[in-house]
C-alpha cells in the first residue's frame, strides 16, 4: 500500500511540504491545470485482497499518481491498477484518503498526457471510490474552475469525499454477493487536518480482518433457484414411505373425514411454521446453516446452538432411519427366495451399502446431488399419478381384494372411523412424521442463489402441493376400497342371502362379515394391508419404485442437511472443541469432515436396526426445531426493534406463538417421554452455552426484548414516587479507571451488587484536543472489563478541564431515570500534603457539591493507599496522541515499535481493538503482571496485598459502627447491606454512640430498641461518654505541626498582602477559622484514639463523617481533619448521608 506521509524512507522529504498548502504559491500560475499540478496526493487503501487489474485505456482516468519526492520502491503500487472501469467494469476494491498536500509546482508526475484532469479536486475535497465508475453507465462531464484550477466531476456526490448511498457500504465482511466497501469516516469528513493528512483522532484503516480473509470467490460456485434448492427438495422429504404404505391404513382408522383432518392439523403446523421460516429468511441475508442460523440469528447462540447441535443429529440418524426403511423394502421383495444369510443381517448389509452410494453421490458435489434428487422426484410423481390412474381402473380380480373402483357407498361407510388398538392421537402421531422436512431446503441455505426469495416460494409452495396430494391420496382411497377384504373370490353373497347383508362390498356381490369375526382371515383392505396403494395402481412395480425412491430421497437430503447445519455451528464455535468440523473444500465450501462424521452416526445406527425407539425422538427433535423458529417471530414481533423488518408479511405473532404452542403440545401428543427427554437436552444444551457465554453478537431479538423491557420499566419506573422502603445505595464511585483502585471497587461492589446502581465515574483531565472518540473506545473496552470480573456496574468517563467541573458534569448527568446515583463515594487523599493544594481545594470542593446536589457522600481509606495503576506499569493518562506519535514514527514491526507501545499500551490488541481480558482476574486477581526482573518494593507489595483484601471472604471478625450523628441511616445501612453478603456474613456488627457518662445505661437501651425496630442484628453496644475528653498533647502537638505549612497567618503581615494570599491560595488556614474551631479539631483527634482503642482489631470501620461548613472552614483544615480522624487504622468507611431517611420500621 502506498503511504507517502508515513513511509520512512519519505518522510524526511515530505516533511518540508507538511504545510505547503498554508502558503501562497510562488511565481505565475498557468491558465489551467496539467498533469503535473496534481494539488494533492492520493492513497488508495485496500479494501480487500485479490484486486483485478484492468488494461483498458479508460484505466488512465481513475489512476492518481503521487509526486515523485514521495514515491517509496518499497510499496508496489496496488491501488492504481485495480481500476473498476468507467461505465460498466467491476467494483473498486478501495477507496481514496488524502494522505499529504502537495505544491503545485513540484517535480512532475509520471502521469500520461492522455488524462488530463486525473486527481485534481478542489481544495477540500477528494475523488470519492464511487467517483471512478458512473452507476448509471454514462459519461461524466468534467468542469474546470479557474479560480482553483481544479477539475472536478458535476455528477452529485462525485466531487467529494463524502459518499451517495450504496448497497456495498452496509455489506458484512466476507459477503459473498460483492466486495464490503467502507464509507468515510464522520472523522474524515469532520475533523480537522493534522500535519499528516489525516482527520485528527484517526488513522488509516487497516483492511477488514475477515474480508480478507473469508472474501468469498464466486467463480464456479454452485448456487440452485428455488425450484431446484427448495422445492424439490421439500416435496421430497415431506413425501415420504407414509404417503405409500401408511396413508390408506390411516384412513381405514380414522376414516375420510378425521384423515383429513389429521393431514388438515399437520399442515396447519407445518405452515404456520413455513410463514415464520418465510419471515425470518427475509429478514436480511441469509448464510449457510439452516434452521440452526434462523433460529441462532433471532434467539442468540444460547437457543441456536442447543437445537443446532440435537437438528443436526436429527438429520444424521434420520439419514439411518430412512435407508432401513429402504432396506426393508428390499428385503421383503427378496423375502421369498433370495435372503443371503438372515432378514436382520440382509437389512444391515443392504443399509450398509445403500448409504456408501449416497455418501459417495453427497461427496460428488451439490450439483451431483441435485441432478439425483430430480431423478428421484420424477420417478416419486409417476409413481403418485401411476396410483390415481389406477384408482380410475377397476379390475374384476381385485375385487376380492376389496378394490371396486369410486362409489358412493364405499366413500360413505368409510367416512366415519373405525379405530382398532388405537386412538385419534395414536393415528395422527404416526402420521404427523410424514409432514416434516419442511426445512430441507432451508438447511442448505448457504447454497442457494437467493435465500430470501427461494425459501418463502419453495417451502410454502412445497406445502401446498404435499398437503394437496395427501388431501387426494385420503380421500381416493376411501372411495374405492373397502375396510375389510378376504382375498378368497369364493366370498360372495347369494340373492336370498342379499337383504342381510349391509357392508358395502355386497352391492358388489361380495360378502367379507367374516372378517369380523375372525381378523386373520382377511389379509386385504384398508386396515389390514399396507400395501393397497401399490394393489390399486395401474403398474404395482413403479410404487415400489416410488418407496425407493421416497426413502432414499429423503436420507440423501438428511445426509447432506446434517453437515450443512453442523459445519455453521462449528464456524460459530459455539462448542470450541468441535472446531475441526468447521473446514470447508472446494468452491462451494463442502463440509467434508461433517459428511463423513454423518455416515459415521447414521452407519451405527443402521448396524443397531432397531430405530423403534429412537424414531419418536427425531420427530421430538424436529418439532423442537419448528416450535422455536415460530417463537422467534414471535419473539422478535414483540421485541419491536427496528431491526425486524422481514420483507415476507404474510404473519403474524400471535399465529406464530400458536404455532409454537401447537408443536409442543404434538411433541408430547407424538410421545410424551420422548418430549419430555427432548426438552431435557434443549434446556442442559441452553444452560451449557449460557454458561460458557460464546464471544458473539448477532443482535438477537433476546437482547432487543431486554432493553425494550429495560427502556419500559425505567419509564415505568420515573413515575413512582421514591419509598424510604425502597432506598436503595445507587454510589456513584470515582474509581478512575475501574481497575486502578481495586479495593474501592471490591468494596462498594459488595454492597451495591443485586441491591444498588454503581457507576465508576472517571474524570480525564489535561487534554488540550480531547479526543472523544478514544474515549467512547475506552468506555467500551472498560465496560466489558466490569463484566469480565462479574462486578456489576457502569463505567462512565467524561473528558473535564479539571476535576471540579468533571465532577460537576457527572453528579448531574451520570445515571437514567431513577437509576440515578444518590451517594458519592470517593477514595481518601492519601498524598494531599505531597503535591499542588489546588488539588487538595478541588477534592473538598466535590465533597461540597455532593451535598449541595443532595447525595450522601462516603470516603474510603486504607493506610497502604488505593492506587496501584503504577504497579501495573502503564500511564493510564498518556494521550492518543502520544500513542499516534510512537505509531507513525517507527514502523509497526521494529523492535523499538515493540518496546514503546505494546510494553505501554497492554490494552491494545493487534488488530486494534480493545482486549477483554481482565487486568484483575477472578481467583488470581492482580493489577500487576509480575515480571521476574522486576521485583516489587515493600511498600508497593503491601498497597498490593491491601488492595485484594476485600476480594477474600472475611473471617469472623466485626464491622464497627461509630454512629455518632444522625444522618438518616446510610452509616447504619451500608454495613447492614455489607454483612448480608456472603464475603462478609462471619462478621458481626458493633455499634458506637456518643452519650454522657451518666445516662449510659439508658442510652444503650435506647439505640437497642431503635436498632431492633430496623430489624439490624448487633453483637455489641458501645456508649462512649469521654468523646469531649481533650486529647493528649503530643497528638495535638502533631496536628500543629501538620497544619503549620498551610497556614495563613494574617497577624504576621499587611492585611492586603492576606487578602491577597488568601485569594490566590483559598485553601490556607486563617488564625481566626483555627481558633474558633479548636473544640472540633481537638474532638477528631480525640476520635482518632478512641478509635484506636475500641477498633484496631476490626475487619472495617464505618463512621460518620465530620462536616465542614461551606465557605468558613478552608480545604486544608477539612482535609486535616480527616487526615487525623482516619490515620493509623484498618480500613475506615466515612459516611454521611443526606440527612433523609433511608430507614424506617413502619411496614
Known sequence: MSAPSSTPSASAESAATDYDFLTPDAGPKPPGPTPSQSRFQVDIVAEAAGATEDKSPSSDASTTVPSSDAATPAAPPQGPDANPGVG??????????????????????????????????????????????????????????????????????????????????????????????????????????????????????????????????????????????????????????????????????????????????????????????????????????????????????????????????????????????FAETVVGLLAVNALMTDELNDIRIIGTITVILLLGISLAGMEWEAKAQIFLLIVLIAAIINYFIGTFIPLKSKESMGYFGYDGTIMWENMGPDFRDETFFSVFAIFFPAATGILAGANISGDLADPQLAIPRGTLLAILITGIVYLGVAVSTGSCIVRDASGNVNDTVSSQFMMNCTDAACKFGYDFSTCRSDKDSCQYGLQNDFNVMSMVSGFGPIITAGIFSATLSSALASLVSAPKVFQALCKDNIYPGLGMFAKGYGKNNEPLRGYILTFGIALAFILIAQLNVIAPIISNFFLASYALINFSVFHASLANSPGWRPSFKYYNMWVSLAGAILCCVVMFV?????????????????????????????????????????????????????????????????????????????????????????????????????????????????????????????????????????????????????????????????DWRDGDMMNVETYISMIHESFDFQFGAVILRLKEGLDVSHIQGQDREMSFVSRRHIKSTFHPNSLLFSLLFVSRFPDDDEDGKATTQPLLKKGRRSPFIKSPTVPLNVSDQRLLEA????????????????????????????????????????????????GKINRIDHDRRAMATLLSKFRIDFSDITVLGDINTKPKKEHVSAFEEMIEPYRLKEDDMEQEAAEKLKDSEPWR???????????????????????????????????????????????????????????????????????????????
Not at 672 to 687: E, H, K, Q, S
Not at 746 to 773: E, Q
Request: proline share 4%; net charge positive.
Open 670 to 830: 407424538i410421545n410424551w417421554w420422548a418430549a419430555l427427554m427432548t426438552n431435557v437436552i434443549v434446556l442442559g444444551l441452553f444452560i451449557y452455552v449460557s454458561y460458557k457465554k460464546p464471544d458473539v453478537n448477532w443482535g438477537s431479538s433476546t437482547q432487543a426484548l431486554t432493553y425494550h423491557q429495560a427502556l419500559t420499566h425505567t419509564l415505568h419506573l420515573s413515575g413512582v414516587e421514591d419509598h424510604i422502603k425502597n432506598f436503595r445505595p445507587q454510589c456513584l464511585v470515582m474509581t478512575g479507571y475501574p481497575n486502578s483502585r481495586p479495593a474501592l471497587l471490591d468494596l462498594v461492589h459488595s454492597f451495591t451488587k443485586n441491591v444498588g446502581l454503581m457507576i465508576c465515574g472517571h474524570i480525564r483531565t489535561g487534554y488540550r484536543r480531547p479526543n472523544f472518540k478514544e474515549l467512547a473506545t475506552d468506555q467500551a473496552r472498560y465496560q466489558r472489563w466490569l463484566l469480565k470480573n462479574e462486578t456489576k456496574a457502569f463505567y462512565s468517563p467524561v473528558f473535564a478541564e479539571d476535576m471540579r467541573q468533571g465532577a460537576q458534569y457527572l453528579l448531574q448527568a451520570a445515571g437514567l431515570g431513577r437509576l440515578k446515583p444518590n451517594t458519592l463515594v470517593l477514595g481518601f487523599k492519601n
Open 947 to 994: 488492595s485484594q483484601q476485600f476480594q477474600k471472604k472475611q473471617g469472623k471478625g466485626t464491622v464497627d459502627v461509630w454512629w455518632l450523628f444522625d444522618d438518616g441511616g446510610l452509616t447504619l445501612l451500608i454495613p447492614y447491606l455489607l454483612t448480608n453478603k456472603k464475603r462478609w456474613k462471619d462478621c458481626k456488627i458493633r455499634v458506637f454512640i456518643g
Open 88 to 325: 460498466g467494469g467491476e467494483e473498486a476494491k478501495g477507496r481514496f484518503r488524502v494522505v499529504n498536500f502537495a505544491d503545485p509546482s513540484e517535480a512532475e508526475s509520471p502521469a500520461s498526457p492522455e488524462a488530463p484532469g486525473e486527481g485534481l479536486q478542489n481544495g477540500d475535497t477528494v475523488m470519492s471510490e464511487s467517483s471512478l465508475h458512473s452507476s448509471t453507465g454514462g459519461q461524466h462531464h468534467y468542469h474546470y474552475d479557474t479560480h482553483t484550477h481544479t477539475y472536478y466531476m458535476r455528477t452529485f456526490g462525485h466531487n467529494t469525499i463524502d459518499a451517495v448511498p450504496n448497497i456495498d457500504f452496509y455489506r458484512q465482511t466476507a459477503a459473498p454477493l460483492g466486495d464490503k466497501l467502507i464509507r468515510p469516516t464522520l472523522s474524515e469528513l469532520h475533523d480537522e487536518l493534522d500535519k499528516d493528512g489525516f482527520a485528527n483522532g484517526d488513522e488509516l484503516t487497516t483492511p477488514e480482518e475477515a474480508a480478507a480473509k473469508e472474501a468469498a470467490d464466486s467463480k464456479g460456485v454452485v448456487k440452485f433457484g428455488w425450484v431446484k434448492g427448495v422445492l424439490v427438495r421439500c416435496m421430497l422429504n415431506i413425501w415420504g414411505v407414509m404417503l405409500f404404505i401408511r396413508m390408506s391404513w390411516i384412513v381405514g382408522q380414522a376414516g375420510i373425514a378425521l384423515a383429513c383432518l389429521i393431514v388438515g392439523m399437520a399442515t396447519v403446523v407445518t405452515t404456520i411454521t413455513g410463514l415464520s421460516t418465510s419471515a425470518i429468511a427475509t429478514n436480511g441475508f441469509v448464510r449457510g446453516g439452516g434452521a440452526y442460523y434462523l433460529i441462532s440469528r433471532s434467539l442468540g447462540p444460547e437457543f441456536g446452538g442447543s437445537i443446532g447441535l440435537i437438528f443436526a443429529f436429527a438429520n444424521a440418524v434420520a439419514v439411518a432411519m430412512y435407508v432401513v426403511g
Open 1069 to 1147: 488556614i486563617t488564625d481566626n477559622e483555627l481558633e474558633l474551631y479548636r473544640a472540633k479539631t481537638n474532638r477528631q483527634i480525640r476520635l482518632n484514639e478512641l478509635l484506636k482503642e475500641h477498633s484496631s482489631t476490626a475487619n472495617l470501620i464505618v463512621m460518620s463523617l465530620p462536616l465542614a461548613r461551606k465557605g468558613a472552614v478552608s480545604s486544608a483544615m477539612y482535609m486535616a481533619w480527616l487526615e487525623v480522624l482516619s490515620k493509623d487504622l484498618p480500613p475506615i468507611l466515612l459516611v454521611r448521608g443526606n440527612h433523609q431517611s433511608v430507614l424506617t420500621f413502619y411496614s
